[in-house]
């Protein structure tokens, strides 16, 4: 069965400081996608990201960076300079193509972001 | 607003009273997606839809659960003779097929007192 942990319960940085948030996943699935979702206190998940098995390129979209490793199992995410705005829950999911097709949550990162 | 709407946002009843929720996806959109999200844990999957087809239905959701998605459209969630532990916010979501993103509306948080 498909499984995401993210170890990282809570984060606390201070503004402009780089911070990366865990996300380490299980699937016997060859063909998979996974997926980063943003929860800030208003409460509705904004999608961040999509990444397919196939493609282990890292992606760079402004300062948000992702590091997509099969060889661990991982799929890292990077804020650069960090800014009180992304102060939010970051979740991390998976979904297997062989298996039931729905997306599975980590139990999320909360990242608190100080002035 | 063309994003994923839910109604209501809140609903607080009574301990044994059914409750119906509402979720209007994204109109090109055919996927739709229940989620339940608890204090603290990420969504937990309760069931999709492709089309009017419900494709899959988690454990999670009991007899006392029933979804519908009449002409593939909107979608209905009732929770029949609610209990305190059913308290959660409530997530649909929809996607345009198979491992698209699913873009998620506000949600609607029940209270069962």
């Known amino acids: 069965a498909q499984k995401v942990t993210q170890a990282q319960t809570e984060i606390s940085v201070v503004e402009k400081e780089d911070v990366t948030l865990d996300c380490v996943y299980e699937?016997?699935?060859?063909?998979?996608?996974l997926f980063w979702y943003k929860q800030p206190p208003s409460g509705e998940l904004v999608f961040l990201i999509r990444?397919?098995?196939?493609?282990?390129q890292n992606e760079i979209s402004g300062r948000y960076s992702w590091n997509f490793q099969k060889s661990t199992s991982s799929f890292n995410f990077t804020i650069t300079a960090s800014q009180v705005v992304d102060s939010a829950v970051y979740f991390c999911?998976?979904?297997?193509?062989?298996?039931?097709?729905?997306?599975?949550f980590g139990a999320g990162t909360r990242l608190t972001v100080k002035p | 607003d063309t994003g994923v709407s839910q109604n209501p946002r809140h609903k607080i009843t009574k301990r044994g009273q059914n409750v119906t929720f509402r979720c209007d996806p994204i109109?090109?959109?055919?996927?739709l997606y229940w989620y339940r999200q608890t204090l603290g844990q990420g969504p937990e999957f309760l069931t999709y839809?492709?089309?009017?087809?419900?494709?899959?239905k988690s454990r999670l959701l009991s007899d006392r659960f029933s979804a519908e998605r009449p002409k593939g459209s909107f979608s209905t969630l009732e929770i029949q003779r609610t209990e305190q532990g059913d308290s959660a916010m409530y997530l649909c979501?929809?996607?345009?097929?198979?491992?698209?993103?699913?873009?998620f509306g506000q949600g609607t948080r029940l209270t069962v007192v």
């Open positions: 979501a929809s996607s345009l097929g198979s491992f698209q993103a699913a873009f």
């Open positions: 699937t016997r699935d060859t063909t998979y996608y």
């Open positions: 990444r397919n098995s196939f493609d282990e």
């Open positions: 999911a998976l979904s297997e193509a062989e298996g039931n097709n729905d997306m599975r």
């Open positions: 109109s090109e959109h055919n996927r």
């Open positions: 839809f492709q089309n009017e087809a419900q494709l899959e």
